[in-house]
């Protein structure tokens, strides 16, 4: 009975790192593409590229204290960002190519850290309601920052579903943990859920309810009035 208990423990322990160092990867190519964009020179491109890998994981290891975090431990992360931002700024029209749309990284991204962020925290006995916050925190620190630091409103505070995706992800992940599933059997379900949230609203425009400032309503008032005299 206690050879099951230990597997189940080692890939608990293994997976993060896994979804972590994957995570890393996509998101630093993801920051790496904003930074192109924004003709950023190659310091810029790896500086916008480890930003976006690893901010939100450096964040939540603060959190749980996780000391040092593993970001600042393990060179690995660094080395993936940095792969991820060179191959990026020599062979950006290859990778612009494989993937035009920055979002569909963010997704892919956004569902290895959710997921990650999720398990790291249970495996450090935070509460499942706060290790659900910080896997979404995980999945959504990274590209905040990458969109700060190029002067942009950061993607989780827009109208599309971006935070509420990594919740999701996150959430399924502890509560498989709750039921006592397999780690594996979590993350596929985890990282599907956050994935399939995201794809359909870049893919179908889903978004949350908008606040709209009285002047936008006084604005479209003559518009609507006009309309309705048409009608």
């Known amino acids: 009975m206690e050879q099951?208990?230990?597997?189940?423990?080692?890939?608990?322990?293994v997976l993060p790192l896994v979804l972590d160092l994957g995570g890393t990867f996509v998101f630093a190519i993801s920051g790496a593409v904003v930074a192109v964009r924004h003709r950023l020179d190659v310091f810029g491109v790896l500086?916008?590229?480890?930003?976006?890998?690893?901010?939100?994981?450096?964040t939540r290891d603060l959190l749980i204290g996780a000391v040092p975090p593993a970001a600042?431990?393990?060179?690995?992360?660094?080395?993936?960002?940095?792969?991820?931002?060179l191959l990026t700024f020599f062979w950006y029209p290859v990778t612009n190519r494989l993937r035009r749309d920055v979002l569909?990284?963010?997704?892919?991204?956004?569902?290895?850290?959710?997921?990650a962020g999720a398990q790291k925290a249970l495996l450090h006995?935070?509460?499942?309601?706060?290790?659900?916050?910080?896997?979404?925190?995980?999945?959504?620190?990274?590209?905040?920052?990458?969109d700060v630091l190029?002067?942009?409103?950061?993607?989780?505070?827009?109208?599309?579903?971006?935070?509420?995706?990594?919740?999701?992800?996150?959430?399924?992940v502890v509560s498989a943990h709750?039921?006592?599933?397999?780690?594996?059997?979590?993350?596929?379900?985890?990282?599907?859920v956050c994935f399939a949230l995201r794809f359909m609203a870049i893919r179908h425009g889903w978004h949350l309810?908008?606040?709209?400032?009285?002047?936008?309503?006084?604005a479209d008032a003559p518009q609507r009035g006009r309309h309705d005299e048409e009608n």
């Open 47 to 58: 500086v916008l590229a480890f930003a976006a890998g690893n901010a939100g994981g450096i």
């Open 125 to 146: 006995g935070i509460d499942p309601v706060m290790a659900a916050l910080l896997g979404m925190l995980t999945g959504i620190g990274g590209g905040m920052l990458r």
């Open 178 to 192: 709750l039921l006592h599933l397999s780690p594996m059997a979590a993350a596929l379900a985890g990282g599907g």
């Open 72 to 85: 600042i431990a393990d060179l690995t992360y660094a080395g993936m960002s940095a792969l991820a931002g």
């Open 209 to 218: 309810p908008t606040a709209r400032p009285a002047e936008a309503e006084a």
């Open 150 to 172: 190029v002067s942009g409103i950061p993607s989780v505070l827009r109208t599309d579903l971006y935070a509420l995706a990594a919740l999701a992800g996150a959430s399924v």
């Open 104 to 115: 569909w990284l963010d997704a892919v991204g956004l569902a290895f850290f959710a997921v």
């Open 4 to 13: 099951p208990v230990e597997a189940t423990r080692a890939v608990l322990h």
